[in-house]
């Protein structure tokens, strides 16, 4: 399973042996042009937004066919504050201004009580997924991390005692989406 297995056709983005199950695109789906808000190069992995909310992931080695799937299909190609980033940030293999993540947060509507529960439950997790299984990033962790992090995988077998069950794993999936949706766009 992977966010690699992507082609653009000619009426949407069709994605096969996507990763997670709540996706509306999971195993395999189609997302029609007009079931698309916006289009998110930028982010780590790029992101597509449904007009539903939802956020898509797209592998970065597609990241050149995405911007041109998007202009050739007149979509909005913006820039949106990762939200999660700013929460995952301390588990990262480095160390960071934890003031200016809450104040970026704080400005996109994730309040310090939220952000700071959020992290309680996701420490252990977390840690796994970045420190025990080697991966040691130290410049980004986003959406596509968590998510992945907390689902029974393959890739990160060392997460597994963690993965929630599929209900619990489909209310954390739409709750973050719905955190992800807060981040405000940059200019």
Request: charged share 25%; aromatic share 10%.
């Amino acid at each position: 399973m992977s966010i690699e297995d992507v082609s653009f056709e000619k009426n949407g983005i069709a994605f096969s042996n996507y990763p997670y199950p709540p996706a509306s695109v999971y195993p395999s789906g189609l997302v029609e042009h007009d079931s698309i808000r916006e289009i998110l190069v930028d982010q780590a992995p790029p992101e597509i937004r449904t007009n539903h909310g939802e956020v898509l992931f797209v592998s970065a080695t597609l990241k050149r066919k995405l911007l041109k799937f998007a202009k050739k299909n007149r979509l909005a190609v913006v820039r949106r504050v990762d939200v999660w980033h700013f929460i995952l940030e301390p588990f990262l293999d480095t160390t960071q201004d934890d003031s200016k993540a809450m104040s970026i947060l704080e400005a996109n509507g994730v309040n310090s009580a939220e952000c700071l529960e959020l992290r309680e439950v996701l420490r252990d997790v977390m840690h796994a997924y970045n420190i025990t299984s080697g991966l040691w990033d130290w410049t980004h962790l986003g959406l596509s991390c968590v998510l992945t992090a907390l689902l029974k995988s393959e890739s990160f077998q060392v997460c597994h005692q963690y993965a929630l069950p599929p209900d619990e794993y489909e209310a954390f999936y739409h709750k973050a989406m719905e955190i992800a949706e807060r981040g405000s766009l940059i200019a």
